[in-house]
């Protein structure tokens, strides 16, 4: 959900998205901190004593996001 009350970032290799990453792999490493509880495939939310984080593994082309949960390879994170 989109609003002016939150702030989105955007984690990516550069501007053009050109590096692309394992899901497994990044799956593995979000599991792994302890400070966060998988959601949804592709979708991880705080564990109740960390503060209020929303983190989507998303696949993107000039911004425009898609959580594809078949995918094997994504190029972008987002935080809303």
Excluded: C
């Excluded at 792999?25 to 209020?52: Q, S, Y």
């Amino acid at each position: 959900m989109w609003s002016n009350i939150y702030l989105y970032y955007e984690i990516r290799s550069d501007r053009n998205y050109s590096q692309k990453l394992a899901v497994a792999e990044i799956v593995k490493i979000l599991e792994e901190t302890g400070l966060l509880k998988k959601d949804a495939p592709l979708l991880f939310k705080n564990a109740d004593f960390f503060p209020w984080l929303s983190l989507s593994i998303v696949w993107t082309r000039d911004g425009n996001y898609h959580v594809d949960n078949k995918s094997e390879l994504v190029n972008a994170n987002l935080i809303p």
